[in-house]
């Protein structure tokens, strides 16, 4: 494996300040006896700088070993978790900058904590092997830290979205048409834009765009709806105005080369949403759906067809606002995708966002079955219901829900749209806003408390669940069943244990 130039440095600097304190060292006498400054010497150690040969010899001299020790590339047993670490690549790829870390900082803080923080390490990295997990799961967890961090909400891209429509002379009030970005794109930027060729290639025919950087040519599906179409030219036009050169070709993340594609590709998904659902209006619109006594289901609807929003940009554009404008921080976003052609009735979370804390329900990687008395997924069942009735009135059902969680205090309220996942044939899917209930949300959300507003105790899954008359139910307890044995052969040990004690006890 080739080891880049800064993992070089990185691995050469910890070595030389463990032999330092090793050998009972202070910088200053190290400094001294090598011919060093203390400023060098100290950025050697954090793997800022790399000595020539003549100091490297001085060092070694100073440190009783010997040059080909110094500068080998091995590590010993105890540093041996960090050579993982690092020859994965993770640390590579991260944007710890964006954290306030610097890879130096945060190995010099994991090799001088105990020995039971790098078992640790050793043993994530093992796990991460044996259940296969990518980089872009890494990359995906990094993104979701990132947008908690800010609330999901960036000033930075909203100002900039601003910008752009002055610039451009782009008007705001939506909806803003695609034909109006199609126009920008290929006016302004050079585009050239092909709406057929797509669906020529059978292997293409899920992409819902796919992007020539060479030529500047972009090849959309011919069955994505308006919709669809303007925000991925909004995406385009991101990726141009805001310069976000590493980019992925496909509309979908079909191969993650890097954490900066991730990134910037989230940044151009914002940067579109923002450019299609005015932030200015979208606040005053949910102000007073906000305000009503009741929950206005014909309302939110009419809202989602101002805009021309799908119900995922609609439902996302939200998660921006809440925490910025409502002084709501505790909610969640899921997606969820039902497979119709699979044998078994399996759902899947494609994407989730979690504000505060890592709220229920949450991806869940184990194969169990999740709880059918979530909206989520009650609304996906009732749209394929109604697909193969062939009763379908919209392009999309809504409900709503409040989710009261098993033997917890914690309630929220779900708001949940389905669809048709054009153009992935034979699947559906469903995204989902749940805003924890409290006296913040209650305040700022008027019909939390109305009546009409279906309650329901749900659980994670069907494997940890321990209603007995759950009519929804697809899977036995098996989780809570093993508590049970386990807590049975507590008991058990505790009476063989009492029994050898007082041989009068006789077993039950």
Known sequence: MVINKQNIRLIFGLKLRQLRMQRGLS???????????????????????????????SLAEALGVSY??????????????IAELLNSGILDSLPLEMFGLEPSTLLELISTAPSKINA?????????????????NFFLAALRSYQEMHNNYFEELEEQVAAFTKEYGLDTHPPITHQSLREVLIQHFGYTIDSHSLDQYEELRTFRSVYVNKSRHLFI????????????????????????????????????????EVLNNFKASYFSVALLLNREEMVNDL????????????????????????????????????????????????????????????????????????HRPHRNELNEHYC?????????????????????????????????????????????????????????VSVTLGVFVDATSKRKMKFLDHPD???????????????????????????IERKQDQKQIKARLRELKHAMLDPATEPK
């Not at 069942?381 to 919209?394: D, P, R, Y």
Request: net charge neutral; hydrophobic share 35%; charged share 25%.
């Open 27 to 57: 910088f200053a006498q190290l400094s001294k006896a090598a011919g060093v400054s203390v400023s060098y010497l100290n950025e050697i150690e954090k793997g800022k700088k790399y000595p020539k040969t003549d100091k490297i010899i």
């Open 68 to 81: 080909d020790q110094l500068v080998s590339l091995k590590l010993n047993k105890k540093l041996s978790p």
């Open 120 to 136: 640790f390490i050793s043993t994530i990295l093992k796990i991460a092997r044996n259940y296969e997990m990518s980089q872009e």
């Open 221 to 260: 599906n011919p069955r994505l709806t308006d919709r669809q179409q303007a925000f991925l030219l909004g995406k385009e036009l991101a990726f141009h105005y805001l310069n976000l050169t590493n980019r992925p070709e496909t509309s979908s993340m079909f191969e993650v080369k890097n954490f900066d």
């Open 287 to 358: 102000e007073t759906i906000f305000s009503h006594k009741h929950w206005d289901s014909e309302g939110f609807t009419e809202l989602m067809e101002k805009y021309q929003a799908s119900p995922e940009m609609f439902i996302s554009r939200i998660t921006n606002l809440l925490p910025r404008f409502f002084e709501i921080d505790n909610f969640f976003f899921l997606r969820f995708n039902d497979f119709l052609d699979a044998d078994v009735e399996h759902f899947h979370i494609t994407k989730e966002l979690h504000l505060n804390q890592i």
């Open 372 to 428: 059918r008395r979530w909206v989520s997924i009650r609304i996906l069942q009732s749209l394929k219901q109604a697909q193969v009735h062939h009763n379908l009135e919209t392009d999309y059902l809504m409900d709503v829900q409040k989710s009261r969680y098993m033997g917890t205090k914690s309630e929220y309220f779900c708001i949940s749209v389905a669809r048709p996942n054009s153009p992935t044939p034979h699947s559906n």
């Open 453 to 479: 507003i279906l309650v329901r105790e749900v659980s994670e899954t069907c494997e940890r669940c321990a209603l007995t008359d759950c009519t929804e139910r697809v899977a036995p307890p098996t989780v």
